[in-house]
């Protein structure tokens, strides 16, 4: 039960990669900035938009960093999946 509950998280971990988040998030992100960019805003809503995506790239540096720090390599994915595991299993068997 523990190999299982810590495969599962070291499935998470890995689906949670910034690459994976970034093939994600990209097409939206490209959709939005093409139509932001077509002439048909006001220099208002242009200024808006690129705060906007200035904001984005600087969460997306953050979430990087953070990820590294975390889950950056396999075995800083393995332990973090392995602790999750037996902190599951350990609070499902818990009498109290």
């Known amino acids: 039960m523990y ?16 690459s994976k988040i970034k093939k994600l998030v990209k097409p939206m992100y490209d959709k939005a900035t093409k139509k932001a960019f077509t002439g048909k805003m006001g220099a208002a809503e242009d200024k808006l938009v690129r705060g906007l995506q200035g904001a984005a790239q600087k969460s997306y540096k953050g979430y990087r960093a953070a ?15 392995a602790a999750l595991g037996g902190y599951t299993l350990g609070s499902i068997f818990d009498d109290e």
């Open 3 to 18: 190999t299982a509950l810590a495969r599962f998280g070291y499935g998470i971990a890995k689906a949670i990669r910034p």
């Open 67 to 81: 990820y590294g720090a975390t889950l950056g390599t396999s075995t800083k994915r393995k332990v973090t999946s």
